[in-house]
C-alpha cells in the first residue's frame, strides 16, 4: 500500500517541536480523537518509549502498539505500530525541518509494512480515512505545541 503524508507548518524552533514529540505521552493531547486508552511503558522519551492504544478508524476497533525504533534529535523520530494481532504493521515518521523564514515544518508519514487482506482490497479508502484523521492531528498538534510552548516559557 501506498504511504500516506501530511504536514504543517507551526511558529515553534525544530527543537521545541522535537521536544514535545519525543515525550510519548504527550501524543495523546493531539491524538485522543481516536486514539484511546492509552497505556505506556517503557521510558517517558526516546527509543523504546511505547504505547498501547485502541483506534477507533472507519467504524472499526483495534488496539495498536506503538513503539519509537529510531530517534535522531531535532529530525526525525520513527515509530513502529503493530495492530490487528500482529497483521497490521506499520511505521510512522516525524519529520521536522526548519523553515528559513522561521518556524518549523512537521511531517508525519504512515508507511504500511503489511497489511490485512481488507486494508488491501479497500486501500484507496483506508489511505484518504488515515490522510483525514492525520491531518486532523496535525491541526491539534499546532494547537498543543503552542500550549505547551507558551506553558513552557511562563
Given at each position: 500500500m501506498k504511504s500516506v503524508t501530511v504536514s504543517i507548518d507551526v511558529p515553534q524552533t525544530a527543537e521545541q517541536v522535537y521536544d514535545f514529540l519525543d515525550v510519548m505521552?504527550?501524543?495523546?493531547?493531539f491524538t485522543d480523537h481516536y486514539l484511546t486508552g492509552w497505556r505506556y511503558s517503557g521510558p517517558a522519551?526516546?527509543?523504546?518509549?511505547?504505547?498501547?492504544?485502541?483506534?477507533?478508524?472507519?467504524?472499526?476497533?483495534?488496539?495498536?502498539t506503538i513503539k519509537v525504533v529510531e530517534a535522531d534529535a531535532p529530525r526525525r523520530i520513527v515509530e513502529r505500530n503493530?495492530?490487528?494481532?500482529?497483521?497490521?504493521?506499520?511505521?510512522g515518521t516525524y519529520v521536522i525541518e526548519p523553515l528559513r523564514t522561521g518556524g518549523t515544518r512537521i511531517s508525519f508519514?504512515?508507511?504500511?509494512?503489511?497489511?490485512?487482506?481488507?486494508d488491501r482490497l479497500l486501500a484507496p479508502v483506508v489511505r484518504i480515512t488515515m490522510r483525514h484523521a492525520n491531518r486532523t492531528?496535525?491541526?491539534r498538534l499546532a494547537t498543543e505545541l503552542a500550549r505547551h510552548v507558551s506553558t513552557a516559557g511562563s
Open positions: 505521552a504527550h501524543h495523546e493531547r522519551r526516546g527509543v523504546g518509549s511505547c504505547a498501547t492504544v485502541t483506534a477507533a478508524l472507519g467504524g472499526a476497533k483495534t488496539d495498536v503493530v495492530s490487528a494481532a500482529g497483521r497490521r504493521l506499520a511505521h508519514t504512515y508507511t504500511w509494512v503489511r497489511a490485512p487482506l481488507a492531528v496535525m491541526r
